[in-house]
């Protein structure tokens, strides 16, 4: 879906990008204000497109053309445009530091003041936007979920029943195998996709939710406790029941995999729910159980925001736009868009139509959530530790090793 860190991109590819995002606002011969919308998310051009539509229709001076960037290249490309004094007018913002970089650097708008900012979202789904001194640099727009996809086609016909321990979830994997199946879609030959969704989708059930997160960022817990220690064991546990050669098989390889039903689970977010819209079976959800003595909870990961321009010539329009976005109004018609498995985090009960949906979010009940644990304040530990789980996957490190080489690399970082 997508990797956070690439940052550096080759100067010659980033110029090539720069069209897409570099036009700030301007008025049309129609005397329209034109707005430019920056993001990473290149698949949701017609979804954005009908709810800017919808927003044109309440404000018919304006209008909002969403340029999307592919991907990996976003951060880099837009930090270019940017250093350089251009642009897009709207663009998304990455929580956590990467967003707060750009903030400081004084790219990003201070939005705290913008009508529901503040009073609109919850504590935990204004902090990843959100500086030490309260100010928030943009406005919180989805959040998307983790689990495990599973064929309930299969299940029924081998009489399987959803684990409720991470040990019958082993259990189940070993009786898939001995029963010809391959149990796990996922693959590592892009590595982004093992560490976001597989290691750091479980990893809470071993190590806690945001409390103890927190012991692990301050150093009052230790990256190669036990806990620690029993994550990357887990994930040398689940190495046998990945496909064969899981080392070539890529993130779309892995959904097709799923998806033409040559495996029978994949451990994936909910972004991807859209992808098997019309699949030939039945397919269901549930949370990748905790070990048996620990809760099962949900990363639950804060993923894109909304922010606009310090250098736009049109900053009323732009916190107009962002203020109706805050608004029950907007995020409820936002939701009616959003891709399927992108979530609201406005604090208003919205219902959403797909069941699926519905059946991600139901995940959450009852169960403590977490965003992924590197984004609040380990973000450098991202590359090390995605070696980290695929070292382990290979059996080319421990997993005793392993957590030592993070807890080396996170006392640095404290």
Known sequence: MKKVFKVMGVIALAAGLLLPLSCTGKKAD????????????????????????????????????????????????????L?????????????????????RAGYFADCTDIPGVTANFTASNKAPWQTEDGKMFAVPFAAVSHAVYYNKTIFAKEG?????????FLSLCGTLSA???TPLANGVAEEWDILEVFYLGMLPNFIGGSAERVQYETGAKKLNDANFVAS??????????LPKG???????????????????MFMDGSWTAGVYTDAPFEWGLFAMPAPRGHDTLITFHPDMAITYNTKTKYPQECKDFLAWLASKDGATLASTVLPLGFFPMINFPIQLTDPHA???????????TDARFVWPRFLDLYAPMNQAVIQVLRGAQTPRQAADAMETAAAKLR
Request: hydrophobic fraction near 35%.
């Open 30 to 81: 129609s005397g329209k204000t034109v707005l430019t919308m920056g993001s990473w998310r290149a698949d949701d051009v017609a979804q954005m497109n009908r709810l800017l539509a919808e927003y044109q229709k309440l404000k018919p001076d304006v209008e909002i053309q969403f340029r999307p960037t592919n991907p990996p290249d976003y951060n880099a490309t837009l930090r270019l445009q």
């Open 83 to 103: 250093d350089s004094g251009a642009g897009p007018d709207l663009m998304y913002a990455r929580s956590y530091a990467p967003g707060q970089e750009l903030f």
């Open 160 to 168: 399987l029943a959803i684990p409720q321990s991470w040990e019958d």
């Open 179 to 181: 029963k010809g199946y």
């Open 232 to 241: 990357f064991q887990a994930m040398a546990d689940a190495a046998k029941y």
């Open 246 to 264: 899981y080392e070539s098989v890529t993130y779309n390889d892995s959904q097709a995999l799923f998806n033409t039903q040559q495996a029978v």
């Open 358 to 368: 519905n059946e991600f979010l139901g995940l959450n009940t009852g169960k403590d």
